[in-house]
């Protein structure tokens, strides 16, 4: 199970254990991916987990803006707006992450924006990124068996 994103060229996306991550090469931007998981019982530690995921040694988060919406395609999301804080306080990655609850199923999309890149992220990533972040959807496939019918199939 996954959220079915994609990024066009120049992006290229490498897989990991439980994230795609979507990078270009001429930018330190990164879009990350998480794939779908059950909804944990305490929403507030998973928020937590994913938004001080990759902070530098001693860093922190400064959380600038919360707002809970739809996407385009009607799913309920949280969108959090932070800054990811050095050891001294100081920012060094503006980040959005969307937390997505599908049914019984959550997933997040993170886009880091690093202190070099945010004048380019303003002017020609931010819409079609973000459009892009907006559109998502689950995709329940996978090796499990996801009900009885498909035992017939």
């Known amino acids: ?15 990991g254990d439980r994230l795609r991550v979507w990078t270009r090469p001429d930018l330190s931007i990164r879009v990350e991916v998480d794939e779908l998981h059950e909804l944990p019982v305490d929403r507030q530690r998973w928020g ?20 809970n919406s739809t996407n385009h395609k009607g799913w309920p999301l949280t969108l959090v707006s932070t800054a990811a804080l050095d050891a001294g306080g100081n920012v ?9 609850e599908f049914l019984y199923h959550g997933g997040t999309l993170a886009v880091r924006i690093t202190r070099d890149d945010v004048e380019r992220w303003e002017a020609e990533l931010r819409e079609p990124v973000m ?21 017939w199939d």
């Open 48 to 67: 937590v987990q994913v938004l001080n995921r990759n902070l530098p040694s001693g860093g922190s988060i400064r959380q600038n803006e919360i707002m």
């Open 131 to 151: 459009d892009l972040m907006m559109r998502v959807e689950p995709v329940f496939a996978g090796d499990e068996v996801a009900g009885v019918a498909e035992l």
């Open 1 to 15: 199970m996954h959220i079915a994103f994609e990024l066009p060229e120049p992006w290229t996306c490498e897989v």
């Open 92 to 100: 060094v990655e503006s980040r959005i992450t969307l937390f997505y």
